[in-house]
């Protein structure tokens, strides 16, 4: 039973360049949400998708945008790309309206603004 | 606004050694409280969770938390602590996230474990 799936592990951009990451969710699994994660930090809330729809967003700008597809998997976009976009984007999945759904996390996508 | 406070940054201990990492959150309602690991290059890995109930709980890799409403307060301990514990540690509350589903975390900023031998 695969876990969480992020593609790809590692990424280097340019200031002002757009990126796409990408995650697949836990067999059974029917939300995702995504986290940033700076070095030496915890992650931070950035959105959830259920349903294939944006239902709850964090303090971030709106160039981060995401989808979710009927699969359930889901991209996560950043447009415009700044030098402190450069973190660890961790995605986690989850089943059921109750708060005691677990997450689970994928290892996440390291990404680099240079 | 809730929040979750780690105020060890960096700790070590020696094999075999016991183990106590702190956490204090701030939430206005009842607190859903986990404590996560996370290795280098890795995501993160559910070590505990505490909903209601037992205020003490017990988790993988034979940690316990407990849980003091009064204190504020989501303890991470470990009575001895082995080679492969190194690792950062996040302790989160989930806030309920009314128009989805399931529940968002607030994150501690961490606290990194070293293990000298």
């Known amino acids: 039973d695969a876990g969480v799936t992020q593609s790809p592990t590692h990424l280097i951009k340019t200031r002002g360049q757009q990126v796409t990451l990408r995650c697949s969710p836990k067999?059974?699994?029917?939300?995702v949400s995504w986290y940033q994660q700076a070095l030496g930090q915890g992650p931070q809330f950035i959105f959830q998708y259920y349903e294939e729809e944006e239902r709850q967003r964090g303090n971030f700008p709106d160039r981060f945008s995401g989808h979710q597809f009927p699969n359930y998997s889901s991209e996560l976009n950043v447009n415009a790309l700044l030098l402190g976009d450069s973190a660890l984007y961790l995605c986690?999945?989850?089943?059921?309206?109750?708060?005691?759904?677990?997450?689970?996390f994928g290892n996440g996508t390291r990404l680099t603004v240079t | 606004a809730q929040s979750v406070t780690q105020p060890d940054i960096h700790i070590t201990v020696s094999e075999g050694a016991s183990l106590e990492l702190r956490c204090n959150y701030s939430?206005?309602?009842?607190?859903?409280l986990f404590w996560y690991v996370q290795s280098p290059g890795q995501g993160l890995q559910l070590l505990l969770k505490y909903f209601s109930g037992d205020t003490l709980v017990q988790g993988i890799k034979g940690f316990e938390a407990e849980f003091k409403r009064s204190q504020s307060s989501f303890n991470l301990r470990k009575p001895s602590v082995h080679w492969s514990d190194a690792a950062e540690y996040f302790c989160?509350?989930?806030?309920?996230?009314?128009?989805?589903?399931?529940?968002?975390?607030?994150f501690g900023q961490g606290t990194r474990l070293t293990i000298n031998p």
């Open positions: 067999s059974g699994h029917d939300t």
């Open positions: 986690a999945s989850s089943f059921g309206d109750r708060v005691n759904s677990p997450l689970h």
């Open positions: 939430y206005g309602a009842t607190p859903y």
């Open positions: 989160a509350v989930g806030v309920r996230i009314t128009t989805g589903r399931a529940q968002k975390l607030v």
